[in-house]
């Protein structure tokens, strides 16, 4: 008798483009390279799927707080609240791709999670940042100093119950790697993220010496991510 296969797993890549250049691009490009350079090859059971947030309709009742509120949510062809909240519930977990350093331009990803119910969102879910390089500090191992955008993130979605993966916990092995994934642009590639430059590229901006592309936070993070996702389904 044939083997019936199941249905592939999914998890939703969840950003917003509806931001400030060069973080809208940045925010592109750092999904697609998440997805396939760290995340897609270590979970093989399950697709990823990058949903720009931007392509829905999801206003907040006060708009004067998003940075381009003049902008936003006029084009005719934008999907539904009652969309969103379908595609939400296709998936079995999150990740979401936020910048971490002003906490103004989260503002409509907050939103987007304000409005679902809370049985689409009690789900596995990992944090990811990208932003401009901050200056090196020696006493903080953490790469999230100074970024508050994590920690609001992070407070707001336990709150409503979302099942954060626990990333600020030490590693095994000695060498304490606590801390979210984020993608650290360098501040001299910054302005060519702005203008479409040589250096516009995604590449080694991502951590501290000591992560590579077979061992980092990212990769350390989908397996807890998947790992969460299994123990929920016994």
């Known amino acids: 008798m044939a083997t019936v296969e199941r249905p592939a797993k999914s998890i939703a890549l969840i950003h917003n483009t509806d931001l400030p250049r060069p973080l809208n691009v940045l925010s592109t490009a750092i999904a697609e390279f998440a997805k396939h350079d760290y995340f897609a090859a270590r979970v093989p059971h399950y697709e990823i799927h990058i949903i720009d947030i ?3 309709n999801l206003s907040p009742a006060d708009s004067s707080s998003s940075p381009k509120a003049d902008e ?3 084009a005719p062809d934008l999907k539904s609240p009652s969309d969103w909240g379908t595609e939400i519930s296709k998936h079995s977990a999150f990740i979401l791709l936020f910048p971490y350093q002003t906490w103004s331009y989260c503002t409509s990803l907050k939103h987007a999670f304000s409005i679902l119910p809370s049985h689409l969102i009690h789900k596995p879910t990992l944090l990811l940042g990208f932003g401009k390089e901050e200056p090196y500090h020696p006493n903080e191992y953490e790469r999230t100093w100074k970024k508050k955008s994590f920690g609001m993130m992070r407070d707001f979605l336990r ?5 954060l993966v626990d990333m600020e ?6 060498w304490p790697k606590g801390g979210w994934p984020e993608f650290m ?9 702005i203008t479409g430059g040589y250096n516009a590229f995604i590449g080694g901006q991502q951590a501290e010496a000591w992560e590579n592309r077979d ?3 990212c990769i350390r993070g989908i397996k807890m991510l ?4 299994e123990r929920s389904r016994k």
């Open 215 to 217: 061992e980092n936070r």
């Open 54 to 56: 931007a392509s829905y």
């Open 159 to 163: 709150k409503r119950g979302v099942k």
């Open 72 to 74: 936003t949510n006029t």
């Open 169 to 174: 916990s030490d590693g095994p092995g000695g």
């Open 185 to 193: 642009v360098y501040a001299d590639y910054w302005e060519d993220w």
């Open 226 to 229: 998947v790992a969460g996702v």
